[in-house]
């Protein structure tokens, strides 16, 4: 389990909110890494990775885009903006697509802990991310939405239910399986 520090202000601004770009942000990472954790997960990718893989082949330069940009600490800014209560999928990517192109380029040397490849010097880098993020969404999330989104909303409903009863530490803890990290 992390560890994450947060000021009060922070903790006072904090909600939970259901993100169609965050479901599909999500399944972007799973598709990257290739690897599901458990059987449900497995049998997702068994479906949606050979589709992903051939969509990054004919785009080298977006597949690095996106190595670049899921970095081992840190996640390039640009790629997961706060998200926005009641935002449908196409206003959230489309605060991706314009986001500034320099600092895209600059979160980007964040997440890889270094120097830019050459081959993302470019202004396009938002754009490609977005294009690539809305493939993920028809593909992988739009399908299921309205069934996942419920769930979700539910999941909203018990943490909120855990955060008046026992605090945030409560309303943090994590699931795994019939237990309860803590």
Do not use: C
Request: proline share 6%; charged share 25%; aromatic share 8%.
């Amino acid at each position: 389990m992390g560890w994450w520090q947060v000021n009060a202000d922070t903790l006072a601004g904090s909600r939970f909110i259901v993100s169609p770009l965050a479901e599909t942000f999500a399944n972007l990472k799973l598709l990257h890494a290739g690897t599901g954790s458990h059987p449900g997960e497995r049998a997702w990718l068994a479906d949606h990775l050979p589709a992903y893989r051939g969509e990054l082949a004919r785009d080298p330069l977006t597949t690095l885009l996106v190595r670049s940009g899921l970095g081992k600490e840190w996640i390039a800014d640009f790629l997961t903006p706060t998200p926005r209560e009641g935002a449908a999928f196409a206003d959230e990517v489309a605060r991706v697509r314009t986001a500034d192109p320099a600092a895209a380029r600059a979160h980007l040397t964040v997440s890889l802990r270094g120097p830019l490849p050459a081959a993302l010097h470019r202004d396009d880098l938002p754009a490609r991310a977005a294009d690539l993020l809305t493939y993920v969404w028809e593909e992988t999330v739009r399908p299921y939405w309205e069934r996942r989104r419920r769930v979700l909303e539910a999941d909203v409903l018990a943490r909120t239910a855990q955060l008046g009863q026992g605090g945030w530490a409560a309303a943090g803890r994590v699931a795994t399986g019939n237990a309860v990290a803590r």
